[in-house]
């Protein structure tokens, strides 16, 4: 009888483990679920996901009902090992010290480390399973659960740390962006790609992606006729910019389509073209892509003028170059204009002073400084602090420059080597 009695007090040992053990995943599982992602099943139907979820908007009860159950199975537990122990070996101090070790080591390996640990990696897996018997206990046990998180609001009241009714769950935009950095398995690089520059338009100014002045096309009327015939008719651009004698002062933009088809009834002449002229439309250079994109919508526009704070024109900013900041290349205003920018055999590269810094990185695989100027003949004038003379190198970082030609003032043309660092194939 007695051997039968010390196999029933095991087994129920066993149980008390295996129960702990369950608690003690239970409680991982539901604090390191993916709030998100149990949102998604939920829409979708899964009861359980829906179950979690209002498990986890009020934690006080669900790490109450948890922590009673599992606290009180660890007490029996313990317990349950003294009187086996005394039944084995009677009153000796020594067996129960040895007892009180090895039920702390069983708790602590089977029924609180290895648990937590499966629980930690399948949270999202098991959340769903796991919050219905939980939230069958809260049921049972709710006046229980109530009352001793009155001890525990009171506590945190005392300590001013009175905790909110739903934890807020709102996420920072650095936090996203390292979501979407983190979601390599889930999100196919190119669009990983396009989200991560979405974040970035808050942060971009309309300075840093607009095409500089001088390399802005546009039409002088106070030119001969056929010059501004031949001109138009060798344009690669829709939409031209238009001074009359007076480069800074745009009088307004032309729309090549709407001159092609207006030829077609009317003939050619500098008066009709001032009658087809748009609207100029400006914008300050530290306006934010983001806002661009709305004023753009606003506005009804595609094209709009870069001015300083004095209103004089820096460059110009088109719906364009907004997408294609967030996608990458996809056009090109003049017919294979983007193949001069890769590495050659010898690892250099012809680059236009005018070329924007951040294109240059994107697409060289470089490190230039965008913080500052925001062309390649910009940054080395300010680098050298002084206009340089053909031939004159210099290395901005890691990156070596040779000032190949300069032309008014200006680095037209310059050559970049591949710094020795950089693997990046174009």
């Known amino acids: 009888m007695t051997d039968i009695t010390l196999t029933l007090q095991l087994g129920a040992l066993v149980v008390l483990l295996v129960l702990s053990a369950c608690f003690s995943m239970s409680e991982t599982v539901m604090m390191a679920a993916n709030r998100y992602r149990l949102r998604s099943l939920a829409s979708q139907g899964n009861r359980g996901a829906g179950l979690a979820l209002e498990l986890l908007a009020r934690t006080d009860r669900l790490l109450g009902v948890i922590l009673l159950f599992n606290n009180l199975v660890n007490t029996a537990a313990a317990t349950l090992v003294s009187v086996i122990t005394l039944e084995l070996f009677g009153d000796e101090s020594w067996a129960l010290g040895v007892a009180t070790l090895l039920v702390t080591f069983a708790i602590l390996v089977f029924s609180e480390i290895t648990p937590k640990v499966i629980g930690a990696n399948h949270a999202d897996r098991l959340a769903p399973f796991v919050a219905y018997p939980l939230t069958g206990l809260l049921r049972g046990t709710y006046f229980l659960v109530w009352f001793i998180n009155l001890f525990s609001r009171g506590l945190l009241a005392l300590l001013r740390l009175q905790p909110k009714e739903e934890a807020s769950t709102a996420l920072s935009v650095e936090e996203l962006r390292a979501m979407v950095i983190d979601s390599g398995q889930y999100i196919p690089h ?28 546009s039409i002088d009327l106070s030119d001969p006729e056929d010059i501004i015939r031949r001109q138009i008719a060798t344009s690669f651009h829709t ?10 002062h745009v009088i307004g933009v032309l729309h090549q389509r709407r001159l092609l088809g207006d030829t077609l009834e009317e003939t050619f002449s500098v008066e009709r073209i001032r009658e087809l002229l748009a609207r100029p439309y400006f914008v300050p250079a530290d306006t934010p892509l983001y806002s661009q994109i709305q004023f753009f919508q606003e506005n009804q526009q595609r094209l709009a003028f870069v001015v300083d704070e004095y209103g004089e024109i820096l460059g110009l900013i088109t719906l364009e170059d907004i997408i294609e900041e967030l996608i990458g290349k996809f056009t090109t205003s003049i017919p294979d204009a983007g193949h001069r920018l890769h590495w050659s055999e010898d690892g250099c590269v012809l680059v236009d002073g005018s070329t924007n ?3 240059l990185n994107r697409r060289l695989g470089l490190a230039l400084p965008i913080d500052g100027p925001k062309t390649l003949n910009g940054l080395i004038l300010e680098h050298l602090q002084d206009i340089p003379e053909t031939g004159v190198s210099m290395k901005i970082g890691d990156i070596p420059i040779e000032v190949v030609q300069t032309q008014d003032r200006m680095v037209r043309t310059a050559r970049i080597f591949r710094p020795l660092a950089n693997d990046a194939t174009p």
Do not use: C, Q, W
Request: hydrophobic letters at 40%; proline letters at 2%.
């Open 357 to 359: 810094l951040r294109a």
């Open 190 to 217: 190119k669009h990983r790609s396009m989200l991560l520059n979405l974040f970035d338009l808050e942060s971009i100014t309309v300075e840093d992606v607009m095409t500089p002045r001088g390399a802005i096309e």
């Open 239 to 248: 939409r031209l910019a238009v001074y009359d004698g007076d480069s800074e």
